[in-house]
């Protein structure tokens, strides 16, 4: 099975590279998604029943046997890390939500922190989404590609130079590292104000 480069998605920057591990191997724990952590395969997640076995897929006397697999899996990552409202969440608070009706507070409560990290991922990516193409316009200020292009401050005008960089269709979801800092807080902002 020969899959090309131009199925893969770049997706980020991201702000901190410890919440994308812990998304990686909450995913993980979650749907049974490969996240094996030797070069031995199947490694002992698939022994403790964590993994499905999606390494053994990729071995060259059962490639032909399992290449469905491969596709079913390719499927299920995209899903679970390209869009923000894939239902993981939804899953994960209504097992929550069950704990805790059976009075097993200890499990909710761990779940806890794999909703806060589910819920940041999910609003990580609608920002993804969004930023480079956010457009607005006032009379005090312009927004374009989710960077300031203008702005009036105490009667005078100022014009600043917009990052624009060409991207290649797996890019959809990149930004340029440089102005990303800039692009959340004027699409944090844009979401505060479109909500008030």
Excluded at 19 to 40: A, F, N
Excluded at 44 to 59: H, N, P, S, T
Excluded at 64 to 74: F, I
Excluded at 173 to 194: N, T, V
């Amino acid at each position: 099975m020969q899959i090309s480069v131009t199925l893969y998605k770049y997706l980020g920057p991201f702000r901190s590279r410890f919440m994308l591990v812990d998304l990686i191997d909450s995913l993980s724990r979650i749907l049974k998604l490969p996240y094996c952590e030797t070069g031995v395969y199947p490694c002992d997640k698939f022994d403790r029943g964590v993994c499905r076995g999606w390494c053994l897929a990729l071995a060259t006397s059962q490639e032909s046997k399992h290449e469905h697999d491969l596709e079913k899996l390719d499927a299920l990552l995209k899903e679970a890390y390209l869009h923000p409202n894939n239902g993981i969440y939804e899953m994960v608070q209504k097992q929550r939500e069950a704990y805790f009706e059976e009075l097993e507070f200890a499990k909710a409560d761990l779940l806890d922190d794999e909703l806060r990290l589910l819920q940041s991922y999910r609003e990580w990516l609608n920002f993804l989404y969004v930023a480079k193409n956010l457009q607005y316009s006032s009379k005090l200020y312009e927004i374009e590609s989710g960077q300031l292009k203008s702005a009036r401050i105490n009667g005078k005008n100022h014009h600043f130079v917009i990052d624009k960089p060409m991207y290649r269709e797996n890019e959809s979801l990149a930004l340029p590292l440089a102005g990303m800092d800039e692009m959340k807080i004027i699409y944090d902002y844009i979401r505060e104000q479109s909500h008030a």
